[in-house]
């Protein structure tokens, strides 16, 4: 936060003792006029700076994907070439040895401060051209202020007590005295929810260019910030949940009405694997809600691809030297995708032992979302997975599973290597399967006899999954696996339904970096996240030391250089950091 960009475009000030004839000798370059700064076509190129931070921002230690910050939850190792390998994260992986000092924790805030810094300085234009000479103002307002909400919600995910840069306005002093205590965790979330208002209420049902927000996509975020509103965590002495907002939930389903989506197009893809394909024709599909555009052969010397999964990329000899191999599925996300006879999860079971692909019945997500020894890598039958250092650097630590979902085809033509492994692979943000589980959550919760309809929506997301099996077609024949999964059928009690809510999130959006932070919404963290290390202690001395301590670890320190800059306005989070 202190390190805001306010006039990074607008000037340059030199200040060299040795060379004062030369800078005296020279004629001012590169001002700009007040009546320059209100061109349209000047703040176009505001508005395309504010987009493009977010690409340019993210690397492969803080992508904005947060996957560097999942390895927190049940669903993932942190991977790499064991603990020492990116040492902070692996503090976060455990939930010990977290410092307010390391460069983790400062670093993402920085960087989506900056992020929201170039919205502001966008708006601030915006704010002040005349819309009879800049018909698009109030649209390009509502696109600004939808990244700004975007970015603070990220923001809030993470560190919970965040500053709330929302005035376009203020001078970089002003800005040296904003507080993080001003609203509490309740009004803070409005803050967010206010944003994206604006932005349902001001964008169009669709845009002609794909990376801009539509209504739909406003309509979405809007019921993603109610739905964690909804979840009070008001005592500042605590995280803990301390009761339900049927308000907030009222507001979740409001703005998951499937009028809004299907005016816009969106819909579920025939095939859940269409949403992690990097070929053109399933980018941007109907599922996509908003997404982040990267791109390759666009005059650039290694395109604007997706470099922030860098590190996640498996170390195959001759073909992907130099990956890195972090981001590692866990056992237990694996064994949660196990089914029985009828097509149903496990639920309190699943982890009872571990899955075997020959006696056990699955859910066809398991196969497009993890690798495993013994089947072909990103569906690729010359690269087949085993348990060797192809498929673990750690030598088995880490177990010997890959993502696919953040992953290529290494001969797909879409895998690039730049300073790092790269694809033009979209990363979508919002997906529509996210907002029937959303629409789901808040049904289940409200419990006003809609329970029934609430199922049904999870049925939408099992049916879809039970015919996503075109690139897995012969896995049954080929090696022997049993692909099963039914929708529920009956009527369930509201406690029934949640759980099944709750397993359905955790399969369908595997790896996507929602887990954690569905976890800490619940108020289940420490008891999940415990419970998952004695397990894992068992078999791994990774987490031989784990303890996930209740009230602290559900969120990160406010970073020790942001709460000495910030003249004794910043709280840190409770949990004695």
């Known amino acids: 936060m202190r390190k805001l960009i306010y006039t990074a475009v607008l000037g340059l000030s030199l200040m060299c003792g040795s060379c004062t004839d030369f800078l005296e000798d020279q004629l001012p370059q590169g001002t700009i006029s ?44 942190k991977g790499g070439n064991g603990t020492e390998d990116g040492d902070v994260f692996h503090a976060l992986d455990i939930s010990q040895g977290i410092m307010t000092t390391a460069w983790n924790i400062s670093d993402m805030w920085q960087r989506l401060y900056n992020c929201i810094s170039r919205v502001n300085t966008a708006l601030q234009l915006l704010e002040q051209v005349d819309e009879s000479t800049y018909s698009l103002k109030q649209q390009r307002i509502a696109e600004m202020r939808f990244l700004r909400a975007h970015g603070h919600f990220l923001l809030k995910r993470l560190y919970k007590k965040i500053v709330f840069a929302n005035d376009a306005n203020l001078s970089p002093e002003e800005y040296n005295y904003l507080s993080n205590t001003v609203y509490n965790n309740d009004e803070g979330w409005q803050q967010i929810a206010d944003d994206f208002q604006f932005a349902y209420d001001n964008l169009p049902v669709k845009q002609a260019d794909k990376g801009r927000p539509a209504k739909a996509a406003a309509a979405a975020y809007l019921a993603k910030t109610y739905l964690y509103k909804a979840y009070h965590q008001d005592n500042a002495a605590n995280h803990e949940v301390t009761s339900i907002s049927t308000e907030d939930l009222v507001k979740v389903v409001q703005y998951t009405d499937k009028a809004i989506m299907s005016a816009g197009g969106y819909g579920l893809e025939s095939d859940f694997h269409n949403n992690f394909r990097p070929e053109p024709q399933y980018e941007n599909g109907v599922e996509s809600l908003w997404a982040m555009q990267y791109s390759m052969n666009d005059g650039t010397k290694n395109g604007n691809c997706n470099w922030s999964y860098g590190l996640i990329v498996p170390n195959i000899p001759g073909v992907t030297d130099g990956g890195c191999d972090f981001y590692k599925p866990s056992q237990n996300l ?36 993890v690798g495993m020894p013994g089947f072909p890598y990103e569906f690729n039958k010359k690269y087949m997975m085993d348990e060797s250092t192809t498929w673990s650097r750690s030598n088995g630590l880490y177990g010997y599973y890959v993502t696919l979902k953040h992953n290529v085809d290494p001969d797909g033509g879409y895998l690039i ?4 492994w790269g694809s033009p692979m979209n990363r979508i943000v919002l997906r529509y399967s996210d907002v029937l589980l959303m629409r789901a959550e808040a049904l289940i919760q409200l419990n006003d006899g809609r329970i029934d309809e609430a199922i049904g929506l999870i049925n939408e997301v099992r049916n879809r999954a039970k015919q996503s099996t075109a690139a897995i077609a012969d896995y049954e024949m080929e090696y022997g696996v049993r692909f099963n999964v039914q929708p529920y059928t009956g009527s369930y009690s509201q406690a029934d339904a949640l759980k099944l809510l709750k397993f359905e999130r955790r399969v369908e959006l595997a790896l996507e970096s929602e887990r954690f932070f569905d976890l800490v919404r619940w108020g289940e963290a420490a008891e999940v996240l415990n419970k998952f290390y004695a397990e894992e202690a068992a078999d791994c001395t990774i987490y031989t030391n784990a303890a996930f301590t209740k009230n602290k670890n559900e969120y990160l320190p406010i970073p020790f250089a942001q709460m000495s800059a910030s003249n004794g306005n910043y709280s840190q989070n409770c949990g004695n950091w």
């Open 34 to 77: 007040d009546e320059q700064l209100k061109d349209p076509a000047y703040i176009d190129n505001l508005v395309i700076s504010a987009y493009a931070v977010w690409i340019t921002a993210e690397d492969i230690n803080s992508s904005f994907s947060m996957w560097n910050y999942d390895v927190r939850s049940d669903d993932a190792y």
């Open 334 to 369: 694996v064994n949660a995708f196990r089914t029985d006879a009828n097509g149903y999860p496990l639920l309190d079971a699943f982890n009872s032992r571990d899955y075997n692909s020959q006696s056990d019945y699955a859910d066809p997500r398991l196969f497009l979302t």
């Open 417 to 420: 290597k730049g300073s790092w």
